[in-house]
């Protein structure tokens, strides 16, 4: 199995909303990331988790929220976001790099959101 | 710093012609270099990586991607496009704790 899954595939939410995105690999996998991406530009990286510790933060506004329960999920919780955070929520699993080693990232098909 | 340049923001070629992308890095050491595509509205599917080697890497899909270290460019070519290959390809470099620097991407449009 070399998918990353992620639900839901669109999410309309008010700014008063609580909400949650989630993802999940069963690749075996110790590393998992929470991009950000906007229409016709790069995906932006949000967090990075690495054997289920965060290990990366890209100074992400704290009404994003990221949890890894365990090696095989990941979650993005969502409170009071603005119009502005409407984009393409993608999630990614690599085998967990170290010692220079670097490896490919396997890309979910992403969470379309939408904040009114 | 890392840093991915991808010169062009629009490519429009006829179906059956050869493609070329262009990819720019910068990294201090051996860089991992990666060619994703992605399809509107989708996520992201690796079309090739290069990590050490042979600097002639194949890919997915009839792709391949030249490496030259001289000229820190990992091109992305295609000897005939299928109208199937109209999408967004990003260019990517790998860095420090596996994070992934990516260009600006490159929009492929095929025409007939």
């Known amino acids: 199995d070399t998918e990353v899954t992620q639900t839901p595939k669109h999410l309309v939410m008010g700014m008063t909303n609580k909400k949650s995105l989630k993802c999940e690999q069963h690749?075996?996998?110790?590393?998992m990331y929470w991009y950000k991406q906007k229409a016709k530009k790069p995906p932006e990286l949000m967090f990075v988790y690495s054997y289920e510790k965060l290990s990366i933060n890209e100074s992400v506004p704290s009404r994003f929220s990221p949890e890894c329960p365990n090696s095989s999920l990941l979650n993005l919780h969502l409170h009071a976001l603005q119009p502005e955070d409407s984009a393409l929520y993608l999630c990614?699993?690599?085998?967990?790099?170290?010692?220079?080693?670097?490896?490919?990232?396997?890309f979910g098909p992403g969470t379309r959101l939408t904040v009114l | 710093a890392q840093s991915v340049t991808q010169p062009d923001i629009h490519i429009t070629v006829s179906e059956g012609a050869s493609l070329e992308l262009r990819c720019n890095y910068s990294?201090?050491?051996?860089?991992?270099l990666f060619w994703y595509v992605q399809s509107p509205g989708q996520g992201l599917q690796l079309l090739l990586k290069y990590f050490s080697g042979d600097t002639l890497v194949q890919g997915i899909k009839g792709f391949e991607a030249e490496f030259k270290r001289s000229q820190s460019s990992f091109n992305l070519r295609k000897p005939s496009v299928h109208w199937s290959d109209a999408a967004e390809y990003f260019c990517a470099v790998a860095g420090t704790g596996n994070q992934f620097y990516f260009g600006t991407g490159t929009s492929l449009t095929v025409i007939p």
């Open positions: 690749m075996g996998h110790r590393a």
């Open positions: 990614a699993s690599s085998h967990a790099g170290s010692g220079g080693t670097y490896n490919e990232q396997f």
């Open positions: 990294y201090g050491a051996t860089p991992y």
